[in-house]
């Protein structure tokens, strides 16, 4: 399989994945940006290989016949989002609204989100894919969707 058509298998999985879909929608990233920050940052990985922009411009999903200065612009924009949102998070730290009680759903969910990422990953792991594994990965699933929706609605 080609280099292109892995990457972008990899890509509409991971970006039509129903978590990630709700965690984008609401991130400070636009769907193009988060694409190509995820190229930029992981495309390498999978290509065993380091990459010229060029090349990482035409692993897009969508508009794949870009420039590498649009691809680097939109990289730029992300970066900047990505950079702005950490520095959200220090200010809440540094201003002690961290330690309040009032983020403990949001705590929660970050909880339940790194037990649906290490059932993924166990469940990728071992051939035998057991029903009950997999059940399990689904009830973390709807739970995270469910507690997502109800963080991010007014």
Avoid: C
């Avoid at 016949?65 to 809440?92: C, E, M, P």
């Avoid at 057991?130 to 609605?153: D, V």
């Amino acid at each position: 399989m080609k280099l292109k058509d892995s990457v972008q298998i990899w890509l509409a999985s991971s970006l039509n994945d129903p978590v990630s879909k709700i965690l984008a929608k609401n991130s400070h990233l636009t769907l193009i940006q988060l694409e190509t920050f995820l190229i930029d940052a992981l495309a390498e990985n999978l290509a065993g290989k380091s990459l010229t922009y060029d090349e990482k411009a035409n692993l897009r999903l969508i508009k794949a016949k870009i420039s590498r200065g649009a691809f680097n612009r939109t990289l730029k924009q992300a970066k900047d989002n990505v950079i702005k949102s950490i520095y959200t998070v220090l200010l809440l730290g540094y201003l002690g609204v961290l330690e309040s009680t009032a983020l403990d759903p949001y705590l929660e969910i970050a909880n339940k989100l790194q037990d649906y990422v290490a059932a993924h990953k166990n469940l990728s792991n071992n051939e035998g894919n057991s029903e009950n594994h997999k059940k399990l990965i689904e009830m973390i699933r709807e739970e995270l969707e469910t507690g997502l929706k109800t963080l991010s609605s007014p």
